[in-house]
């Protein structure tokens, strides 16, 4: 079955960069794309990007422009999204999710990894 | 990118139907047929119950159903059962190739 499996809690102080990872098993991990989500305490979901595993191609919300990179290594079926200049309303649980492979069709979230929650605090 | 807009809650009781909108603009659910539904359980991660307007996922129960007019995306509940009561979210494709979500809806089954 599809899984996505996340990395542990993170605490991280104002103007650090944290580093989430996404495993994937059950499924052709260069057939499809990753995406990323987050949800602030008590508020709604937030995209924040996409990367394909099938091309590297990359598309990033607005909001995270030049502080979020997305990659993937394909060898281990792992996704990662990295997050610079933290601010404290940056605390948030961190999604994964599995999408289409290409920028066009990437609307769909078809399964979700557990979340990964960071705290920044200084 | 503004937030698709639905309502902060609504209720029903065991066995009626309840509907859930969202609505966009044309650069989002209107012109898309990516929308998708979430449903939310506290502590949990989301998961999907309705893509590309009115398609279930495998398992998903054919009591939820989607359905799309102009600008507003709906979902429709029927038979509601108390472990229905969660959060749901919509969410869409947008002509920018990103995805925005509702501001989400709480759903009390009373």
């Known amino acids: 079955q599809v899984q996505l499996v996340q990395s542990e809690t993170e605490v991280k102080k104002p103007g650090a960069s944290v580093k989430v990872s996404c495993r994937a098993s059950?499924?052709?991990?260069?057939?499809?794309?990753i995406t990323w989500v987050r949800q602030a305490p008590g508020q709604g979901l937030e995209w924040m990007g996409w990367?394909?595993?099938?091309?590297?191609?990359?598309n990033y919300a607005q909001n995270f422009q030049g502080r979020v990179t997305l990659t993937t290594d394909t060898s281990t079926s792992t996704a990662y999204m990295q997050l610079t200049s933290l601010k404290s309303d940056d605390t948030a649980v961190y999604y994964c999710t599995r999408s289409h492979p290409f920028i066009e069709a990437a609307g769909t979230l078809d399964f979700w990894g557990q979340g990964t929650l960071v705290t920044v605090s200084s | 990118q503004s937030a698709l807009t639905q309502p902060a809650s609504v209720s029903g009781s065991p066995g009626q139907s309840i509907t859930i909108s969202c609505t966009g603009t044309g650069s989002d659910v209107g012109g898309d047929k990516y929308v998708s539904w979430y449903q939310e359980f506290p502590g949990k991660a989301p998961k999907l119950i309705i893509f590309?307007?009115?398609d279930r996922p495998s398992g998903i129960s054919n009591r939820f159903s989607g359905s799309k007019s102009a600008n507003t995306a709906s979902l429709t509940i029927s038979g509601l059962q108390a472990e229905d009561e969660a959060v749901y979210y919509c969410?869409?494709?947008?002509?920018?190739?990103?995805?925005?979500f509702g501001g989400g809806t709480k759903l009390t089954v009373l």
């Open positions: 590309e307007v009115a």
């Open positions: 990367i394909s595993a099938y091309n590297a191609e990359t």
């Open positions: 059950g499924y052709r991990f260069s057939s499809y794309g």
């Open positions: 969410s869409s494709f947008t002509t920018k190739k990103t995805v925005v």
